[in-house]
């Protein structure tokens, strides 16, 4: 099964600034890709899917990126504010759908 | 609100009890999951119904038992759990089986149930 890496833990940025999330994968490449977002106490909601032939999507200030070469997925926030605080899971096709363990994002004001 | 609702939202549970998770989906999906979520590690699929079968069963101990009486209402049953087992319990859903290459349906999860054996 693929063993799906998301960057550190925890990322902690000024209001304004671009946070950039990076989702790596080890084997096969997945027909999709998908993230999330997960606030405390709360389930994941779904913000955005990538397929293999796309290289990116956009959805208001957020982008996603999709490298089948390099085996990455690169989702962006671009002009962050505090509300974007929470946790961001990728998940992809893995015969089932198969989660990272999530980068912590928080937006300092 | 997400369309998926879990109850109860907390649970205290001694090894010995026994105790149900009940989740109930209004988005008309035809597919529904129960995940585990463990501080710091990624969502762990334990069971998957599709039209009322299950279909996937992810070497879950028997400790655990599910049941989708229809396409809107999934349950986890629970008996004599360790403490290892305390986590949050998330219940999910999507239009059609996801993780299968022909479909790419989004989850639509509930706010999950925080479970602790004690």
């Known amino acids: 099964s693929q063993k799906i890496e998301q960057n550190s833990e925890a990322l902690n940025i000024q209001e304004g600034k671009t946070a950039t999330l990076t989702c790596n994968y080890t084997?096969?490449?997945?027909?999709?890709l998908q993230w999330y977002r997960q606030d405390p106490g709360r389930g994941p909601v779904f913000l955005l899917l990538?397929?293999?032939?796309?290289k990116e999507k956009r959805k208001e200030r957020l982008k996603v990126t999709f490298d089948t070469t390099l085996k990455q997925s690169l989702f962006h926030i671009t002009a962050s504010q505090p509300a974007d605080s929470a946790t961001y899971l990728c998940?992809?096709?893995?015969?089932?759908?198969?989660f990272g363990a999530g980068t912590t994002v928080t937006v300092r004001a | 609100e997400t369309g998926v609702t879990q109850t109860p939202r907390h649970l205290v549970m001694g090894m010995t009890n026994k105790k149900s998770l009940k989740c109930e989906q209004h988005?008309?999906?035809?597919?529904m999951y129960w995940y585990k979520q463990s501080a710091k590690k990624p969502l762990e699929l334990m069971f998957v119904?599709?039209?009322?079968?299950?279909?996937e069963n992810n070497s879950v101990p028997s400790r655990f038992s599910p049941e989708c009486p229809n396409s809107s209402h999934l349950f986890l049953h629970l008996h004599t759990l360790q403490p290892e087992d305390s986590a949050l319990y998330l219940c999910?859903?999507?239009?059609?089986?996801?993780?299968?290459?022909?479909?790419?349906?989004?989850?639509?999860f509930g706010n999950g149930t925080r479970l602790t054996v004690t």
């Open positions: 999910a859903s999507s239009q059609e089986l996801t993780g299968l290459s022909s479909y790419n349906s989004p989850l639509h």
């Open positions: 084997n096969y490449s997945p027909a999709y």
């Open positions: 990538i397929r293999e032939n796309e």
């Open positions: 998940a992809l096709d893995d015969y089932k759908l198969s």
């Open positions: 988005l008309g999906h035809n597919a």
């Open positions: 119904y599709s039209l009322e079968e299950r279909v």
